[in-house]
């Protein structure tokens, strides 16, 4: 709809169109109603969950209100609207005598009652709560959206319990629906209606109950972010009955209704909620809120209450529906005067502290809160627009990348996993349950993604967790949107396969020079112990120069023996069940051999490498099994196949046109799809100080899904630096969590389609993903197009299923699904942008956009990203053409983060970026999850030398300070401070001149400034409090991730300074911009 | 002698016929899933030069009997079939690419490009049926 684009004076008007659609939409809901509610009728019968008590009254009077309502919302609306301004006192009682309409016999009594007693912040909150309970979703619509784009995340888990039955859960124990409200509106609620917590109470309440609830939200609105949730608790049920009336007219307040009122009823709803409207209930009431696990609650509750036709509705409804009403917090909301945080535009030119204090969180989804509960976490799986266009065409308006992004393997500190016989799958497209699914009755089940309706296995209809048979819809299965299956044996193709690891090592002339393989074999010994694995566990070694060794590992020998191939134009493996030998049983002779490894080729003057023979024996070795391959490399490979030429020529460095960034052989990425075939992965560390062409070397991890490693010069004297960063890497590496032979398939809801995919892997055919080996570091990114209009669906469901061998030889499956809301208009779309995941997808594009066409247009595109889509913005979404450059708050850091990748070493143009260093940078972009990313594009600055406990986090006894979040710019750098940057693979620390003596000597521990030495690396544990709380805060974020930054300590003389520097990004360097022009650049192309 | 050039161009347009059906076959199982995005890749990258040697000869062939309607007809084709030939990144497999199949709709570009060239051979066809037939009658 047009609506975002007019002006706000003509709101009311053109939200009275969107109502229109909705009213539309609703009736013709309404007329499918019946039949659907039929069914969900008998199956609530079957159910017998006792619910038989309805209170006919109510029924009998709501459903004639409700029906009518539609109609007459014109004039409510106005009304409705002068509330949501007031949100005063008047505005209650307006709002107060509204409600009636919707309930008529309850509504008398709750009003006239409640509102008396209340004190007047009381009255305030009565007021609002009817207002709100009225059209709930239009008047806070504000207080929605601020919510989702609130920093802090709804925490309200109440609220979504206040939906359900509050009240009752307040008043009777028993019931688990309670929403355990402690307002004192509440508990008076209670009173008035004492008896029995009759589901008419409650009913009525959530009305006014929930208010109270939301209350504090809602008066808090504008400044705070009141969640989502609490509104809709409160609102929804009271929201359908009288939020017909509201609805049209009124500019803001309808839209919300609207699609409030659409989404739960309408769109979502095939089954159950219509049941209820027939059977006369609120709408409110047939919001369909009860997440599984009330249910049961509902049930039980009843046996002494009347239990009315709510419980009885929510013991057959199956929990999932509530998904499919959304909340939409639409852009009608333009014409009012409250504009929410989430919809307000931001005039980038002006707002120069727009980058918050705290870290940036993911934006919540606008789903049911009880839905929301279940989705997938942002960390595992991201939507770059959590409000999922509802046509390409919108999509295109948008000029913003659709996309996902996974981090698939990630560890997880709790992971539910099921052992069952039967997995449960959809008979069509294989979608795995999840919490998104319908039950349409105790049998049947609804696909999410095709929407085919499947039976309920036997099995399943028993709950493990609960011991309880009959409820399917509380199997964890349905309950948790990450889960992992052990898989029954269809889902091998061959017996599991033992964990194989294969170390090669060059050890030419440079390579021992640089020393690594004393490191390397010392850091392997260590932890040959921790090497996940069995005893099935295989492990080999191969070195190489210009010649092949393998080591014979065979038992009984007294120590390995070394065979030399030097044929390597026609590589064969000798004594092939020697080369691979069973670790625990050969573990001695292993480790002999790695220390004697590093001592066997010093005096070795062999300079040429035959890194593609190497490969090629080390796939022959491997194929029979899979595997990982480790392959150190230190140069060039200059002999045999796959041997390269020097293509750099530092000279033109400058130019970002002639920069080789694609493969110069297609010989490493054959032999990389050959490994693939084999379930082989190779893991490619590069530790070399001279151009070693990484562009086509990476191809060998990048096809088989391994992982790149790059130490640029390294040296173990030389460069101890780097020493470290190896022996950490090294040890996460060779310790973490692994996955063999996996496969990946991403599935979405019909319409959706991927059409590229980002990361480490070979895509074997339309959706599925051939992993070899998978690991928890590892994130992968997908693009996606609208391929057929998304009509009459509320929500969307992503699912993603990695099928991997443990390293214990167990066949599993992981499995996460996400749901999100699809929109209509354009504002929508931009209130629900992620600018972090966006910001990641664009990185990933730009990779590919450098690889295939040139540096220079993938920075072109990126610019281009910007510009389109705020141009977008300030021509479809912003009604009155302000001056300046006007950003949705949702997109406020996009030009930032922008910003940051054009300076980032992926993307950044200048002489001091060495190409493989670039190439690096881009398999990193290609292969980091997002945090990570993101961290390394637009590091994290903080003030450290005066961490104070206020606000402080404690976790387990320890204190850790928060320090705000500092922007990166020199200017808030001052020199009597110390800075830390944090910039997720390493830190620095600054210490300013005239930092305080206190900090150099409490926590560098040195006597004064001038004595901090150059290649400070590690902070002194002292007995200090300033100590204590730095070093708390530096190993808290290093905990935070799996790899081991280190921390470098610089003061104004060291060489670091210039990478320090470097990571400033809001301000000018020598070859591009600072912020505050690149803002200017854009306002110019956007207002052309 | 005109007739014998395009009882040739007749038979080889055949033969390009044949494996433009040849490519769309392969194409759509790949997207059907029926056959992996490798040995699709390597079935098709056999027959790319095949494709493009039979289009030039005809293409050569018609400017040599100075037919310049069909060869005005034909260039520009051949020429798209040698552009991409060249154009062939050095890291890539060959035309089609197995690691980029599946990105940025390369699938259904290929798909395309199989379709329109059908439809041009054809034509071609026809035109070539209808010129022998002549030159016969000529004849």
Redesign the interface.
């Known amino acids: 709809v047009h609506g975002p684009k007019l002006p706000s004076i003509s709101g009311a008007v053109h939200s009275g169109n969107f109502f229109l659609g909705t009213a539309l939409t609703l009736g013709r809901f309404f007329l499918l109603g019946p039949v659907q509610n039929s069914l969900m009728h008998s199956s609530q019968m079957l159910d017998g969950q006792g619910f038989g008590s309805t209170v006919p009254g109510l029924y009998s009077h709501q459903i004639p209100t409700k029906v009518p309502v539609h109609p007459s919302s014109g004039q409510y609306n106005f009304g409705g609207s002068q509330n949501v301004s007031l949100l005063s006192n008047q505005g209650s009682g307006q709002t107060l005598n509204r409600p009636p309409a919707g309930l008529i016999s309850m509504a008398p009594l709750q009003h006239t009652s409640s509102v008396p007693q209340m004190l007047p912040p009381s009255q305030n909150s009565a007021a609002i709560p009817s207002s709100s309970s009225s059209f709930v979703p239009g008047a806070y619509p504000p207080a929605l959206s601020n919510w989702q784009y609130g920093q802090t995340p709804m925490s309200q888990p109440t609220g979504s319990q206040t939906n359900h039955f509050a009240h009752v859960a307040g008043t009777l124990p028993t019931q688990p629906l309670s929403s355990g409200s402690t307002n004192p509106a509440t508990s008076y609620q209670y009173t008035v209606s004492p008896g029995g917590p009759p589901l008419q109470n409650s009913y009525m309440k959530p009305g006014f109950v929930p208010p109270p609830v939301n209350r504090p939200l809602a008066s808090a609105f504008p400044p705070a972010r009141p969640p989502l949730g609490p509104p809709q608790a409160g609102g929804p049920p009271l929201v359908r009955p009288s939020a017909p009336p509201v609805g049209p007219p009124n500019s803001s307040l309808p839209q919300p209704l609207l699609n409030s009122a659409a989404n739960q009823e309408g769109k979502g709803l095939i089954n159950s909620v219509y049941l209820n409207l027939k059977m006369g209930r609120n709408v409110g009431y047939s919001y369909p809120t009860l997440p599984p696990g009330y249910q049961n609650a509902s049930s039980p509750g009843a046996p002494g209450m009347q239990s009315s036709p709510l419980q009885y509705q929510a013991g057959p409804q199956p929990f999932p529906q509530p998904a499919l009403g959304t909340n939409h917090i639409t852009g009608s909301m333009s014409g009012l005067s409250l504009q929410p945080e989430g919809l307000r535009s931001i005039n980038l030119l002006q707002e120069r502290n727009i980058l918050p204090t705290t870290p940036l969180q993911a934006p919540v989804p606008n789903l049911h809160e009880e839905i929301q509960k279940l989705n997938c976490n942002p960390e595992l799986f991201r939507c770059t627009l959590t409000n999922i266009p509802q046509t390409q065409a919108l999509l295109n308006k948008a000029k913003l990348p659709l996309g996902l992004l996974l981090h698939p393997f990630k560890d997880l500190s709790q992971l539910p996993v099921v052992t069952s016989s039967t997995i449960v799958r959809c008979r069509s497209c294989r979608t795995y349950i999840n919490p998104f699914v319908s039950f349409l009755d105790q049998r049947r089940w609804k696909c999410n993604l095709c929407y085919r309706v499947n039976d309920v296995p036997e099995e399943f209809m028993y709950n493990p967790v609960t011991r309880v048979y009959g409820e399917p819809h509380k199997r964890p299965e349905v309950q948790n949107a990450t889960i992992e299956f052990m898989a029954p044996s269809e889902y091998m193709l061959r017996p599991p396969q033992p964990p194989v690891y294969l170390f090669v090592f060059d050890v030419s002339h440079n390579a021992i020079e640089t020393g690594y393989l004393t490191t390397v074999s010392k850091t392997l010994l260590d932890n040959l112990d921790l090497l996940p694995g069995n005893t099935r566990t295989k492990i080999g070694f191969i070195t190489f120069d210009s010649t092949i060794h393998f080591y014979s590992l065979q038992e009984g020998l007294s120590q390995p023996q070394m065979l030399i191939v030097s044929d390597i134009e026609d590589v064969f493996i000798p004594m092939p069940e020697n080369l691979l030998v069973n670790l625990n049983e050969n573990k001695e002779l292993i480790q002999d051999l790695l220390r004697t490894l590093p001592q066997m080729f010093t005096k070795s003057l062999e300079t040429q490498s035959a890194l593609g023979p190497a490969l090629q024996a080390a796939f022959k070795l491997m194929s029979p099994t899979g595997g990982r391959i480790s392959v150190f490399q230190t140069q060039l490979p200059s002999v045999g196949v796959g041997s390269l030429k020097s293509r750099e020529e530092p000279n033109q460095r400058a130019s970002a046109k002639d920069i080789h960034l694609?493969?110069?052989?297609?010989f490493y990425?054959?032999l990389a799809?050959d490994c693939s075939?084999q379930q082989v992965a190779v893991d490619l560390f590069l530790l070399s100080g001279q151009y070693s062409d990484l562009?086509?070397l990476g191809?060998i991890s990048r096809?088989s899904a391994g992982s790149v490693y790059y130490y640029q010069s390294y040296h173990h004297q030389h460069n101890p630096v780097q020493v470290e960063k190896l022996q950490k890497e090294l040890k996460r590496y060779l310790t973490r969590k692994i996955g063999f032979e996996a496969v990946m398939r991403i599935r979405c809801t019909k319409g959706l389609s991927i059409?590229?995919?980002h990361g480490n892997f070979?895509?074997?055919?339309?959706d599925?993903l051939s992993l070899p080996n998978v690991n928890p570091d590892a994130g992968y990114a997908v693009q996606m197009s609208v391929e057929e209009s998304l009509t009459d669906m509320p929500v969307v469901s992503f699912q993603s299923a990695l099928l991997y061998t443990s390293s214990k030889g167990e066949r599993r499956i992981r499995v996460h699904t996400m749901c999100l809301p699809v929109v209509t208009t354009l504002n929508d779309v931009y209130l629900g942008a992620d600018v972090q995941a966006i910001t990641g997808l664009l990185a990933n594009m730009a990779v590919?956009r450098s690889v295939?066409a040139s540096l220079s247009d993938a920075r072109d595109a990126l610019v281009n990203a910007v510009i389109d889509s705020l141009s977008a913005y300030r021509s479809s979404v912003l009604s009155i053409q302000q001056p300046g450059l006007m950003a949705p708050y949702s997109l406020r850091l996009f030009p930032l983060h922008v910003l940051a990748l054009l300076k980032q070493k992926a993307f950044q143009t200048g002489t001091n970026i060495r190409l493989d260093e670039r190439i690096f940078t881009m398999c990193q972009v290609k292969n980091q999850p997002l945090i990570f990313l993101m961290l390394m594009t637009h590091p994290n600055l903080y003030r450290v030398d005066n961490l104070t406990d206020e606000g402080a986090l404690n976790i387990n006894d320890r204190t850790i300070p928060q320090p705000p979040i500092l922007q990166l710019s020199v200017e808030k750098l001052s020199r009597d401070g110390a800075y830390l940057m944090d910039a997720g693979s390493v830190m620095f620390m600054w210490v300013g001149k005239n930092c305080g003596q206190n900090f150099v000597s409490q926590v560098l521990g040195v006597p004064s400034y001038v004595s901090i030495p150059q290649n400070m690396t590690h902070l002194p544990e002292l007995e200090t409090a300033e100590s204590t709380r730095t070093i708390a805060f530096i190993s808290w974020l290093r905990e935070q991730r799996p790899f081991f930054p280190i921390l470098h300590i610089i003061r104004d003389e060291s060489p670091l300074k210039s990478s320090f520097l470097q990571n400033m990004i809001e301000d000018r360097t020598e070859s591009a911009l600072s912020y505050y022009e690149f803002l200017l650049h854009i306002q110019q192309q956007v207002n052309k | 002698m005109e007739s014998v050039v395009f009882v040739f161009s007749l038979i080889d347009c055949c033969a390009l016929i044949f494996l433009s059906v040849y490519f769309i076959i392969t194409l759509s199982d790949?997207?059907c899933?029926y056959i992996?995005?490798?040995s699709c890749c390597s079935k098709l990258n056999k027959w790319v030069v095949p494709e493009l040697i039979g289009h030039t000869i005809v293409t050569v062939l018609m400017l040599i009997s100075l037919h310049w309607f069909i060869f005005l007809l034909n260039f520009p084709v051949a020429t798209w079939n040698i552009y991409r030939f060249i154009m062939v990144?050095?890291?890539?497999?060959g035309v089609f690419d197995?690691?980029e199949?599946?990105?940025?709709?390369q699938l259904k570009s290929h798909m395309k490009e199989a379709m329109i060239k059908l439809g041009f051979h054809l034509l071609c066809f026809f035109m070539y049926l209808y010129s022998m037939i002549l030159a016969l009658i000529n004849d």
Do not use: Q
């Not at chain 1, 070979?762 to 339309?766: L, W």
């Not at chain 2, 199949?101 to 709709?105: D, E, Q």
């Open positions: 694609t493969p110069s052989t297609d990425k054959k799809l075939g562009a086509s191809c096809y059409h590229t995919f070979f895509v074997r055919s339309t599925l590919d295939s | 790949l997207e899933d992996n995005a490798r990144p050095s890291g890539n497999l197995p690691t199949i599946h990105n940025r709709g």
